[in-house]
């Protein structure tokens, strides 16, 4: 059974700290790794598709990396509106279109 | 392109009622999906659509129903509705094994 993992489940950032958020799975042959910026009250957003080890993806302030066992999402110098929770799935070669999502990390960047 | 949209936006139920929660495409995606979203809680996946006339099971399909007539169209069925089925639903599409893209969502309150 695919298995994703997020951590932390919450974090507070003061503007402009950099930090990491972190997300481990265990997948039965890894066809991509997904991550998605979910608002308040709003569908999740695509952000990035990650899918051989050593890829690594930007866009803004944000940087996504992967190795064979897990991603990391970069922030680097955060702002208020970078406040969301992030979400990682994970889709496997045998899976078909499904993903398995890990449960969060809810994000507050302090001004 | 409007992309993912969802109706209704709220929705209460009494125990036992039934109801529809409609989701249209306009991104000509031939995949389509039903996610529900419990507080703190990663997306599990209800059913899935490869295309028009073709739907399977994902991780938590019992109490629901899903019919693909059309391209465009993934409506959800709600028979029986029990308080369980409180959450927040969401509709996704992609092309093929691509990312998916969300719906806002509908918020399903079952009293």
Same mark, same amino acid.
């Given at each position: 059974?695919?298995?994703?993992?997020?951590?932390?489940?919450?974090?507070?950032?003061?503007?402009?700290?950099?930090?990491?958020?972190?997300?481990?799975?265990t997948?039965?042959?890894?066809?991509?790794?997904?991550?998605?910026?979910?608002?308040?009250?709003?569908?999740?957003?695509?952000?990035?598709?990650?899918?051989?080890?050593?890829?690594?993806?930007?866009?803004?302030?944000?940087?996504?990396?992967?190795?064979?066992?897990?991603?990391?999402?970069?922030?680097?110098?955060?702002?208020?509106?970078?406040?969301?929770?992030?979400?990682?799935?994970?889709?496997?070669?045998?899976?078909?279109?499904?993903?398995?999502?890990?449960?969060?990390?809810?994000?507050?960047?302090?001004? | 392109?409007?992309?993912v949209?969802?109706?209704?936006?709220?929705?209460?139920?009494?125990?036992?009622?039934?109801?529809?929660?409609q989701?249209?495409?306009?991104m000509?995606? @031939?995949?389509?999906y039903?996610?529900?979203? !419990?507080?703190?809680?990663? &997306?599990? *996946?209800?059913?899935? =659509?490869?295309?028009?006339?073709?739907?399977?099971?994902?991780e938590?399909?019992?109490?629901? @129903?899903?019919?693909?007539?059309?391209?465009? !169209?993934?409506?959800?069925? &709600?028979? *029986?509705?029990?308080? =369980?089925?409180?959450?927040?639903?969401?509709?996704?599409?992609?092309?093929?094994?691509?990312?998916?893209?969300?719906?806002?969502?509908?918020?399903?309150?079952?009293?």
């Open positions: 059974e695919d298995q994703v993992t997020q951590s932390p489940e919450a974090l507070r950032l003061q503007e402009g700290e950099s930090s990491s958020l972190n997300c481990s799975y997948v039965s042959g890894l066809r991509g790794l997904f991550w998605y910026r979910q608002d308040p009250g709003k569908g999740p957003e695509f952000l990035f598709t990650l899918y051989s080890a050593g890829e690594e993806k930007e866009k803004e302030r944000l940087k996504a990396t992967l190795t064979k066992k897990e991603s990391f999402l970069h922030i680097t110098a955060p702002k208020p509106e970078d406040s969301a929770t992030y979400l990682c799935a994970v889709q496997a070669e045998t899976s078909g279109s499904r993903l398995t999502f890990g449960e969060g990390t809810q994000l507050t960047v302090n001004p | 392109n409007a992309g949209t969802q109706t209704p936006k709220f929705r209460i139920l009494k125990i036992g009622q039934s109801m529809t929660l989701c249209t495409q306009d000509n995606h @031939n995949y389509m039903w996610y529900r979203q !419990d507080p703190g809680m990663g &997306l599990k *996946l209800i059913y899935y =659509s490869v295309g028009a006339g073709i739907t399977d099971k994902g938590v399909p019992n109490g629901y @129903n899903v019919s693909r007539s059309t391209t465009e !169209d993934f409506p959800l069925r &709600l028979e *029986l509705a029990a308080p =369980s089925q409180t959450s927040v639903y969401f509709c996704a599409s992609s092309y093929q094994r691509y990312e998916q893209f969300f719906g806002p969502g509908t918020r399903l309150t079952v009293l």
